[in-house]
């Protein structure tokens, strides 16, 4: 399975189960038994947008695409910024 595949795939499944708004995409990673995609989802809608709630969960892929596990990591506001490392 390519990369964009996988994607997908973690979309469409976490989307199907939390019916909750794909917002991004953060991190994609081959492992060896599958695929780990983190995706930030709108949890809360609010006015102006920049107080969104936003939780980023983990998506576990096996090898075949199918959704193994999901775990929400993290809650935040859409404009919490991230620390910077470098």
Do not use: C, F
Request: proline letters at 1%.
């Amino acid at each position: 399975m390519k990369l964009n595949e996988a994607v997908t795939l973690a979309k469409e499944q976490l989307h199907s189960i939390l019916n909750l708004e794909v917002a991004n995409v953060i991190a994609v990673s081959k492992r060896d038994d599958g695929w780990n995609v983190m995706i930030d989802l709108i949890e809360r809608r609010a006015v102006p947008d920049t107080m969104d709630i936003m939780g980023t969960y983990e998506v576990i892929l096996d090898d075949d695409g199918d959704m193994v596990k999901y775990e929400r990591k993290t809650q935040h506001k859409r404009m919490d910024l991230a620390e910077i490392v470098e």
